[in-house]
Antibody, heavy 120, light 106 residues
Framework: EVQLVQSGAELKKPGESLKISCTGS????????IGWVRQMPGKGLEWMGI????????RYSPSFQGQVTISADKSISTAYLQWSSLEASDSALYYCARLPSGSGSYVDYWGQGTLVTVSS | SYELTQPPSVSVSPGQTATITCSGD??????VCWYQQKAGQSPVAIIY???KRPSGIPERFSGSNSGNTATLTISGTQAMDEADYYC?????????FGGGTKLTVL
C-alpha cells in the first residue's frame, strides 16, 4: 500500500527555522516525483515545487523560489520542505504529494498534511 | 505567470448535472487534472490527462479540455459530491492550480 506520512504539526516563532518531512512507503521512492502544496487557512491549493528523489532534480514555482528549500534523502525515502526564517504568513497546511513521471502527470497520492503555525 | 480561473461557487440539485469550468490561455494545449477536496481531508484526484479517471472514481465524473477552457462534469450529482474542486495544469514545468470551486448540492 502506497503511503506518504508527514511529520506532525509545528508551532514556531517568527524568524525561526523549520524542516518538515514526508516519508514514502509501499513504492520505489526514487521513481516518482514528490511535490509540496500549500493551503492557507480557508484558501485554495498552491503549488510550491517538486523534487525527483532519483537525481534530486528540483523545480520551484515562481512564488516560492528563494522562500523555501525542497530536498530529499532517498536512503530513507523522505522528502523535506524547509524554511530558514519563518514569517507569520507561512502559517498554513502543507501537503506532500506523489506524482508519476511523464507528460500530464498528476498527484496520485497525497500526504495527510502538516499544519504549520507561526506566531509570536 | 500562468493563471487558471474557476468560478468560486457552483450550486446543483441532487440528481442533476454539475459543470465546473477552468479557464487559461491555450489551456487546451496542456493536460488538465481535477482534484476533489472534502472538508478536513486531503485532496483526491478525480480526473487526469483531461478526461481519464483514476481507479475507484465513479463514472459520473468526466472531463474535457479544448481551446481555453477545461470542464469537469458531474452527472447525477450526489450529496457526497459536495466539496471543493480544483483544476491543475503544468506551465513551463511548474504546477498551477485554479482558485477552486465550492460545489454545493442543494
Amino acid at each position: 500500500e502506497v503511503q506518504l506520512v508527514q511529520s506532525g504539526a509545528e508551532l514556531k516563532k517568527p524568524g525561526e527555522s523549520l524542516k518538515i518531512s514526508c516519508t514514502g512507503s509501499g513504492y520505489i521512492f526514487t521513481n516518482y516525483w514528490i511535490g509540496w502544496v500549500r493551503q492557507m487557512p480557508g484558501k485554495g491549493l498552491e503549488w510550491m515545487g517538486i523534487i525527483y528523489p532519483g537525481d534530486s532534480d528540483t523545480r520551484y514555482s515562481p512564488s516560492f523560489q528563494g522562500q523555501v528549500t525542497i530536498s530529499a534523502d532517498k536512503s530513507i525515502s523522505t522528502a523535506y520542505l524547509q524554511w530558514s526564517s519563518l514569517e507569520a504568513s507561512d502559517s498554513a497546511l502543507y501537503y506532500c504529494a506523489r506524482l508519476p513521471s511523464g507528460s500530464g502527470s498528476y498527484v496520485d497520492y497525497w500526504g495527510q498534511g502538516t499544519l504549520v503555525t507561526v506566531s509570536s | 505567470s500562468y493563471e487558471l480561473t474557476q468560478p468560486p461557487s457552483v450550486s446543483v440539485s441532487p440528481g442533476q448535472t454539475a459543470t465546473i469550468t477552468c479557464s487559461g490561455d491555450k489551456l487546451g494545449e496542456k493536460y488538465v487534472c481535477w482534484y476533489q477536496q472534502k472538508a478536513g481531508q486531503s485532496p483526491v484526484a478525480i480526473i487526469y490527462q483531461d478526461n481519464k479517471r483514476p481507479s475507484g472514481i465513479p463514472e459520473r465524473f468526466s472531463g474535457s479540455n479544448s481551446g481555453n477552457t477545461a470542464t469537469l462534469t458531474i452527472s447525477g450529482t450526489q450529496a457526497m459530491d459536495e466539496a471543493d474542486y480544483y483544476c491543475q495544469a503544468w506551465d513551463s514545468r511548474n504546477g498551477v492550480f485554479g482558485g477552486g470551486t465550492k460545489l454545493t448540492v442543494l
